[in-house]
């Protein structure tokens, strides 16, 4: 899925806005001025089409995540883990250790 100002697409093929999109698992809805896509597997993203994200994830997936979306432990010690293990205290080195090209 990729957002781009007010344009959505799945897999290269655009999402007319205000229309919902359903397919192998994979939704995506338009509530109020927001972009929603929710996937099978227990997680939903939704962004205001300009700065703001939230991710969520359902309660079955405590302790099962990894990545920029945490751990999701409650534990904020383990918030920040890098893609190799480590631990660090800032959110920027997080954020750059996760990009991908």
């Known amino acids: 899925v990729v957002a781009e100002g007010q ?10 806005e205000g229309r919902p999109y ?7 809805t338009w509530p109020g ?3 929603a896509v929710a996937s099978s597997l227990g997680v939903r993203v939704a962004w205001d089409r300009r700065l703001a994200v939230t ?4 309660p079955e997936l ?14 904020p010690a383990d918030d920040f883990v ?11 080195a997080f ?7």
């Open 7 to 16: 344009n959505v697409t799945v897999n290269g093929v655009a999402v007319p």
């Open 55 to 58: 991710v969520t994830a359902e």
């Open 82 to 92: 890098l893609p190799d293990g480590d631990i660090t205290a800032f959110a920027a």
């Open 22 to 28: 359903l397919h192998k698992g994979l939704g995506v």
């Open 33 to 35: 001025d927001w972009v």
């Open 62 to 75: 405590r302790g099962g995540t990894w990545g920029l979306c945490g751990t999701y432990t409650d534990d």
């Open 95 to 101: 954020g750059n250790a996760w990009k991908v090209p």
